[in-house]
C-alpha cells in the first residue's frame, strides 16, 4: 500500500500535468475582479469571482495573476479605453491560461482583456440604477425642485485639498460682477473604495442644516478622470436624488455621464463651469431685481406724474371756481350796498322832512 503511495509534490505534479494536457490553450472568460493587487515588482495579483445572480453569494473563485510585461501594457490599455483603472469590483471579459504550481496551486494567468465588455456592463449596470430610481419614483425628484434665489449659499462636497475645489472657490470669488457667495466646504472622499460612503456621509451632514443653504456642489476635478464608479452606484444616487436642496455635480469628465450626473438638478462638466452656472444663476436674479427695481421706479413715477397733472387741473379748476364764487359774491354785497344806500338817503330825506 505504501508502495502505490504519492508525496503531495508528484500529486501536484500529476495535476499540473493533466491540466497542461487537457487546457493547453488559452480561454476568454467572464468573471468580476476581486482583491486586486498590483506589487512593486509591476505583477498584479487578483482573484476571480462569479456571483449568484439574485443572491449575490460567491459561487465561483479563481486566484489570478497578471504578469509585469502583461499588466503594464493591458492596464493602460484598459484605462484608456474605459476610462477607469483596473480594480476591484469590475466584471471583465479577460483571456487566460489555466496553471497549477505545485506549491501554490490553482490560477488564471491573464493575457488580454476586452475592455468594450466591460464599458457594456458600466452602462448596464448603469441602466439597471436608473430603472431602479425611476421605479420608486424618485429619479427626478432633484431636476424638479426649483433653484432659490439668489443661489449664493453652497454647500460643497469635494476633497480639501483638490485643485479643482480650489478652481471652484476662486471662480466664485473673483466674478466680474462682485457677487457675493457662501461657501461651506463638507470634506469627503471622491474616488477609491471608500468614496460611496464618504459621498453619503457628507449628504447627510449637511441635511442636518439644509435651512443654512440653497444648493449643494458635488467637484471632483482635479484628480485622474477615472475611477468613476461611486458616481454610478445606487446608494448616491438614491440619496442625491431625493435631495431636498437643489444638486449640481461637476465631476471633472467629458466622455461618460454618471448615474449621479443623470439624477442630479444641473451637470455640469467641471468645477469651474459650476461656479459659473451659480454666477450665471444670480447674475439672472441680480438682473432681473435691477429690472423689477426700474420698472417700479418708472411705473411709480408715471403715477406721480400722472396724479400731479391731475392736482394741477383740480387747483385750477378750484381757484376758477372761486373766482367765479368771489365774484358772484362780490357783485351781491355791491348790490346790498348800493340797496343798503339808497334806502339810507331816502330814510334821511324823510327825517328831514318831518324836522322842517
Request: contains cysteine; proline residues 4%; charged residues 20%.
Amino acid at each position: 500500500m505504501f508502495d502505490k503511495s504519492l508525496s503531495l509534490t508528484e500529486l501536484n505534479y500529476r495535476i499540473r500535468d493533466a491540466i497542461r494536457d487537457h487546457l493547453p490553450d488559452t480561454y476568454w472568460i467572464r468573471a468580476e475582479t476581486s482583491d486586486v493587487r498590483p506589487n512593486r515588482n509591476g505583477h498584479c495579483y487578483l482573484e476571480f469571482i462569479e456571483k449568484d445572480p439574485v443572491k449575490q453569494s460567491i459561487v465561483a473563485k479563481a486566484r489570478g495573476v497578471i504578469w509585469s510585461g502583461v499588466f503594464q501594457m493591458l492596464s493602460v490599455y484598459f484605462e484608456q479605453e474605459t476610462g477607469q483603472p483596473f480594480t476591484s469590483g469590475m466584471n471583465v471579459l479577460v483571456r487566460v491560461s489555466v496553471d497549477f504550481h505545485e506549491l501554490y496551486g490553482y490560477s488564471l494567468s491573464v493575457t488580454d482583456i476586452d475592455p468594450s465588455f466591460t464599458l457594456g456592463e458600466i452602462a448596464r449596470q448603469r441602466q439597471l440604477v436608473l430603472k431602479q430610481l425611476d421605479e420608486e419614483g424618485v429619479l427626478t425628484l432633484n431636476k424638479e425642485l426649483p433653484l432659490p434665489e439668489p443661489a449664493n449659499r453652497i454647500a460643497v462636497i469635494s476633497s480639501p485639498t483638490a485643485a479643482g475645489y480650489e478652481d471652484f472657490r476662486d471662480q466664485l470669488l473673483k466674478n466680474q460682477a462682485g457677487l457675493v457667495f457662501y461657501t461651506k466646504l463638507f470634506p469627503a472622499v471622491m474616488q477609491g473604495e471608500r468614496s460611496e460612503a464618504s459621498i453619503i456621509a457628507a449628504l447627510e451632514k449637511i441635511f442636518q442644516y439644509k435651512e443654512l443653504f440653497d444648493a449643494v456642489a458635488i467637484i471632483r476635478g482635479g484628480g485622474a478622470s477615472s475611477d468613476l464608479s461611486c458616481f454610478d452606484s445606487y446608494g448616491v444616487a438614491a440619496h442625491v436624488a431625493q435631495f431636498p436642496l437643489p444638486v449640481v455635480s461637476g465631476i471633472g469628465h467629458e466622455r461618460d455621464v454618471t448615474v449621479l450626473d443623470m439624477v442630479a438638478h444641473t451637470r455640469a462638466k467641471t468645477p469651474t463651469a459650476v461656479a459659473e452656472f451659480f454666477i450665471n444663476a444670480v447674475w439672472k436674479t441680480f438682473s432681473d431685481l435691477i429690472g423689477l427695481q426700474d420698472r417700479m421706479v418708472s411705473a411709480s413715477e408715471a403715477i406721480a406724474m400722472k396724479e400731479q397733472n391731475l392736482l394741477f387741473s383740480l387747483s385750477k379748476e378750484v381757484v376758477h371756481l372761486s373766482m367765479r364764487l368771489l365774484q358772484k359774491e362780490t357783485a351781491g354785497i355791491q348790490q346790498v350796498t348800493a340797496t343798503m344806500g339808497h334806502a339810507l338817503k331816502q330814510h334821511l330825506l324823510q327825517q328831514s322832512h318831518l324836522i322842517t
